[in-house]
């Protein structure tokens, strides 16, 4: 089999299966395993894959430029931001994370919500201008890619608030993986986050659903639950269900 037909055969894999064995595919194919693992390395460094121990795992579509990411998954991040939307009762404290799902999220809340919003999101302050409730910015280096402040001014700026929730956003929900996204301090940024929050909840529109980013942001075991849109892939919720994830329909 030509090196181009087999990625293309891993790819199908890792969208069909959410995982690649090196060494198990080495076998099916009959090919060495070294040139598997030449396959996925190639496929990581176009950003089609993410290399793992013994095998690779589906990259994340929301890796791209803000812009690109607003017109991925629209519908699975409106139904998850409607359900999410519902999370920001009256009178309580929120922080909103950055990115596409958490903007859609503003966009879904009652514009009459008497609340208080905190975020390091420009895009996400800007949303609430015509909302009741108070908006809190945090300040900082700004990170482009998901358009939030990030860097020291902005850790420190974030030990200073307590929320009573915390609506999360990453680039990857994976089983064994975790919670994962593409930049180290945004990582860090969204722990201090979660930190100052009783509870966390996780953006998890379909895009993300068996995708892996380098960074992991937390374990499963420290957010109150993944809001999922029932229509992402079965096999990568049906593995989330097998890890004990509390899962959230957003139907």
């Known amino acids: ?33 070294d040139s598997i693992r030449r396959d996925l390395r190639e496929l990581h ?14 990259a994340s579509p929301a890796v791209a430029d803000y812009a690109t990411r607003q017109s991925v998954a629209t519908e699975s991040k409106q139904r998850v931001a409607r ?3 519902g999370l920001i009762e009256p009178g309580s404290t929120v922080i909103i994370d950055g990115g596409t799902t958490a903007l859609a999220t503003v966009r879904a809340l009652d514009p009459a919500r008497a609340c208080t919003i905190v975020t390091h999101s420009p895009t996400v302050a800007v949303a609430l ?19 939030v402040a990030s860097g020291a001014a902005a850790v420190e700026a974030a030990r200073l608030v307590r929320a009573d929730r915390f609506l999360l956003g990453v680039t990857g929900i994976h089983a064994e993986a975790g919670l994962t996204t593409g930049d180290a301090d945004e990582a ?40 999922v849109d029932p229509g992402a892939p079965s096999s990568g919720l049906d593995a989330l269900e097998r890890r004990g994830v509390a899962l959230l329909p957003a139907g």
């Open 45 to 58: 460094a176009a950003g089609l894959a993410v290399r793992v121990y013994g095998g690779a795992v589906p």
């Open 129 to 147: 201008l015509d909302h009741a409730a108070e908006v809190i910015i945090i300040g900082g280096r700004l990170f482009k890619h998901s358009a």
């Open 83 to 85: 359900f999410a939307a």
């Open 1 to 33: 089999m030509l090196a181009a037909s087999r990625k293309e055969l891993l790819l199908a894999r890792l969208r069909a299966d959410g995982r690649i064995v090196a060494k198990e595919l080495a076998a099916e194919l009959g090919v060495s395993e």
């Open 188 to 227: 860090a940024m969204k722990r201090v986050l979660a930190e100052r929050s009783a509870e966390t909840y996780v953006l998890g529109s379909e895009e993300k659903i068996g995708a892996v980013s380098p960074f992991t942001v937390l374990p499963f075991e420290s957010v109150a639950g993944v809001i």
